[in-house]
């Protein structure tokens, strides 16, 4: 999954806000929304991987949300 500018989050204390482009596809949504909800678990939990073991967790949550969607998009959303 490509990084972009606002595909970030930031810790302040235990609160994270996460900024996702306004105007996706509801099934893009919840997959970048699971994506960084994965970043914010392993930041509150201290979960120390290399940074490209913490992208491809991040990247499982999203694979598994266009998994559970049968549209061709969901589908090509998994593989690029
Ligand atoms: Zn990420």
Redesign the pocket.
């Known amino acids: ?1 490509t ?1 972009t500018l606002f ?1 970030k989050y930031k810790k302040t204390g235990q609160r994270h806000q996460i900024f996702i482009l306004y105007g996706l596809p509801k099934i893009e949504f919840a997959g970048v929304l699971a ?2 909800f994965i ?1 914010v678990w392993q930041n509150e939990n201290n979960f120390k991987l290399s940074p490209m073991h913490a ?1 491809g967790l ?1 990247n499982l949550a999203s694979y598994w949300i266009y998994l559970e969607d049968s549209s061709d998009f969901a589908q090509y959303l998994n593989i690029s």
Do not use: G, T
């Open positions: 999954m990084q595909d994506h960084e970043h992208e991040c």
